[in-house]
């Protein structure tokens, strides 16, 4: 028995595929998915998700979102996901550092609420990709 | 009669212009497509939006969440969608008309140059202005609507409501406005998405659920990403009623001026026959 994963945002499908079990990060901390687990609707915390097929390890990191299990179906709804051997580190690196000047200008010059948690969110998501591509190396 | 160089000269130019409008009628349409084609690839994640939503809103009796309550309407915020360039015919005109229509005070969000000069032009409360690329990335339309969604949270609006061009067909763009916040009741919103979806009524679906965190604090992070969601889709389409407005602009351009080059083309050949006919006439006057 194995579940079937699907890891949707706005733009596109971005993973639809068979899973022997998926580890969701939460935000009550990591949480694994077996088949036959009950059907849980959860908050995903920003971070890596991994998928386990045939013993092979598949990383992705994802943004803040939601996942759904029922049956033995798994969605995950969330608004940006990338394969971690994907990730240009030194790409992300940039993201992060035009980001964080930004933020610092903004502190200074007092910049809508609604840019600097735009921003913020930028930071965040390449930290989480770049922490899960350290760990692979 | 004119000078036959002069009509020359002119059939050059408006062949030119003709050529020129027949390349941007085909990139929009190119365009277009994209955009129809993008807002197709939103579809799963809609459809599992409201899944989701149906889920907690089966379960969660009594909610209380600022988008859900009812409020004293002193500001309307609204959020306009129009294009960056022109030329795309009156599809600007007409939403920019619906602003002027408006009676209540409100204050405006833009999406788009056009709707930022207008609304700055006829001094309106204009909040903010933003810019979103052809190909409309996700990222990109977070920014003006979590600048709404906080606006609403300090209560500078009272609504949060979105004019945009809608897409009827290549040849009709309808400028409606639709209210995004407040939500004024939850289930008919589901009802109505599942209808639109097409979906098979997802309501039903009693199955015991557990929740992680509680029901009330995943509605509570849920719809902000729901309204999001929501002007993503329409921002997609107010794309693609740009670019399909600009094809069918650029295409009667086009009609135009190669008629307008069949008409010069007459007149050229009557104005050298006509010189002709005088030569001949001279040469034989001459000659006699």
């Known amino acids: 028995m194995s579940l079937l994963l699907e890891i949707i945002t706005p733009e596109k499908v971005v993973f639809s595929n068979k899973a022997d079990s998926v580890v969701l990060p939460t935000n009550e901390g990591d949480v694994g998915i077996l088949s036959g687990h009950i059907p849980l609707l959860t908050t995903l915390a920003p971070g890596e998700l991994e998928i386990i097929t045939m013993g092979r390890t598949e990383h992705l990191t994802v943004d803040k979102g939601f996942a759904q299990v029922l049956g033995d179906k798994v969605s995950v709804l969330t608004e940006g996901a990338i394969d971690v051997e994907e990730i240009d580190l030194s790409a992300v690196e940039d993201a992060q550092l035009r980001a964080e000047k930004a933020l610092e200008v903004a502190a200074e010059q ?23 591509k350290e760990k692979r190396r | 009669m004119a000078n036959t160089r002069d ?28 955009a129809q ?14 899944e989701i939503l149906s889920k907690l809103g089966g379960r969660v009796s009594d909610i209380k969440h600022p988008f859900l309550e009812d409020r004293e309407v002193e500001k309307r915020g609204i ?19 619906r602003i002027v229509e408006i009676k209540d005070e409100a204050r405006f969000v833009a999406i788009g140059r056009k709707a930022a000069q207008f609304l700055s032009r006829t001094q309106r409360d204009l909040l903010a202005e933003f810019t979103i690329s052809d190909r409309v990335l996700f990222s990109e339309v977070r920014l003006p609507v979590e600048f709404l969604i906080n606006a609403y ?32 009741n939850l289930s008919s919103v589901i009802d109505k998405l599942g209808y639109q979806l097409g979906e098979a009524p997802l309501a039903h679906d009693k199955r015991e659920i557990h929740f992680e965190p509680e029901a009330e604090a995943i509605l509570e992070e849920l719809l ?8 993503y889709q329409t ?4 794309k693609a009623s740009e670019h399909s407005a600009r094809m069918v602009a650029m ?13 010069l083309t007459l007149q050229y050949n009557k104005a050298r026959q006509a010189a002709i006919t005088q030569e001949i006439l001279e040469i034989s006057a001459a000659t006699n």
């Open chain 2, 79 to 97: 959020l306009v969608v129009s294009s960056d360039k022109g030329l795309c015919g009156a599809l600007n005109a007409n939403v920019l008309r």
């Open chain 2, 7 to 34: 009509i020359r000269r002119r059939i050059k130019s408006v062949k030119n212009t003709s050529q020129i409008t027949r390349a941007m009628q085909l990139v929009a349409a190119s365009k277009m497509k994209r």
């Open chain 2, 153 to 184: 949270y300090e209560g500078r609006v009272d609504t949060v409501e979105l004019l945009y061009p809608r897409y009827v067909n290549p040849l009709v763009q309808d400028p409606i406005i639709c209210p995004l916040i407040p939500i004024e």
């Open chain 2, 37 to 50: 084609e993008d807002a197709l690839a939103g579809r799963p994640y809609a459809v599992l939006m409201t």
């Open chain 1, 110 to 132: 007092k910049m809508d609420p609604a840019e600097i948690e735009q921003l913020e969110t930028v930071v965040r998501f390449s930290l989480v990709q770049k922490m899960a």
């Open chain 2, 235 to 238: 921002v997609l389409e107010a």
């Open chain 2, 251 to 263: 295409k009667s351009a086009t009609d135009n001026a190669n008629n307008l080059v069949d008409d």
């Open chain 2, 224 to 231: 902000p990403l729901f309204i999001k969601q929501e002007v």
